[in-house]
């Protein structure tokens, strides 16, 4: 990585936009898929299902129908499916691209196009939540989009605790290329010990998934891991709420 883009990224990282301590009551967990690969619902729906697991899918409306790098990725059909099971829709632009170099304009373009695509196939259903493509972004950008969601997902991998800023929610890779058990396992202790909300995020479930995929044994292994640690995961808009508001009376009841 140049010198350019980690400055870049340690000035975004620093720049506060939407900034809350947590209120959540007790550690927490969130399973996002970005892009959307089918086989994030085929193949690990029946996952999540074993474990009562619901998801936040980050769709972008461009890789609808497409086969692209050996992905094959999600259709119209599938698209309905997760919704219809519960799991969240989130916005991870239209066409993918680097926010960092696109300005606010066709940002804020992109993410009405995406919402758009959504809503022809979903019906007028609420988007909150956003997952930075590549996980790239500047203080402009996230200013943009971490002002027009209640969170905005990253790729910085740590432990959301105390302050947390939503506009810029780390997230651990589960990632086929470089498999990291031991820091799964010590992140998912240091979530626990300090309440905090730890959120992850992979791509393709298979077999022989992409390098930035994930086998479904593996998967199957966190979700695991996270509920012997009796933590709870739920979309991000759920621990969102949770975040901001507190576990309520009524929910608490
Ligand atoms: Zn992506």
């Given at each position: 990585?140049?010198?350019?883009?980690?400055?870049?990224?340690?000035?975004?990282?620093?720049?506060?936009?939407?900034?809350?301590?947590?209120?959540?009551?007790?550690?927490?967990?969130?399973?996002?898929y970005?892009?959307?690969?089918?086989?994030?619902?085929?193949?690990?729906?029946?996952?999540?299902?074993?474990?009562?697991?619901?998801?936040?899918y980050?769709?972008?409306?461009?890789?609808?129908?497409?086969?692209?790098?050996?992905?094959?990725?999600?259709?119209?059909?599938?698209?309905?499916?997760?919704?219809?099971?519960?799991?969240?829709?989130?916005?991870?632009?239209?066409?993918?691209?680097?926010?960092?170099?696109?300005d606010n304009?066709?940002?804020?373009?992109?993410?009405e196009r995406?919402?758009?695509?959504?809503?022809?196939?979903?019906?007028?259903?609420?988007?909150?939540?956003?997952?930075?493509?590549?996980?790239?972004?500047?203080?402009?950008?996230?200013?943009?989009?971490?002002?027009?969601?209640?969170?905005?997902?990253?790729?910085?991998?740590k432990?959301?605790?105390g302050?947390?800023?939503?506009?810029?929610?780390?997230?651990?890779?589960?990632?086929?290329?470089?498999?990291?058990?031991?820091?799964?396992?010590?992140?998912?202790a240091?979530?626990k010990?300090?309440?905090?909300?730890i959120?992850?995020?992979?791509?393709?479930?298979?077999?022989?998934?992409?390098?930035?995929?994930?086998?479904?044994?593996?998967?199957?292994?966190?979700?695991?891991?996270?509920?012997?640690?009796?933590?709870?995961?739920?979309?991000?808009?759920?621990?969102?709420?949770?975040?901001?508001?507190?576990?309520?009376?009524?929910?608490?009841?």
């Open positions: 990585m140049g010198i350019y883009r980690k400055v870049n990224n340690v000035l975004t990282r620093r720049l506060p936009v939407n900034t809350v301590r947590s209120r959540a009551p007790r550690a927490i967990a969130s399973l996002t970005d892009d959307f690969p089918k086989s994030a619902w085929t193949v690990a729906g029946p996952i999540m299902d074993r474990f009562g697991v619901k998801a936040t980050y769709v972008a409306g461009r890789f609808c129908g497409l086969t692209e790098d050996n992905i094959e990725y999600f259709d119209i059909a599938d698209l309905r499916a997760v919704a219809a099971a519960g799991h969240e829709i989130g916005c991870h632009s239209f066409s993918h691209g680097f926010a960092s170099k696109t304009g066709t940002l804020l373009h992109e993410i995406n919402a758009a695509f959504l809503r022809e196939h979903l019906g007028d259903i609420a988007i909150d939540s956003y997952a930075y493509p590549y996980g790239d972004v500047s203080p402009r950008a996230k200013t943009l989009l971490g002002g027009a969601f209640q969170s905005a997902r990253g790729i910085y991998r432990v959301n605790a302050m947390i800023d939503l506009a810029m929610v780390h997230s651990i890779v589960l990632e086929h290329r470089r498999w990291r058990p031991d820091e799964i396992e010590a992140s998912l240091h979530a010990a300090v309440g905090g909300w959120t992850f995020f992979t791509h393709d479930v298979g077999d022989a998934p992409e390098d930035f995929g994930v086998t479904p044994e593996r998967l199957a292994w966190v979700l695991e891991r996270i509920a012997h640690h009796g933590i709870e995961t739920m979309p991000m808009r759920d621990a969102v709420d949770l975040i901001v508001n507190g576990e309520t009376q009524a929910e608490a009841a």
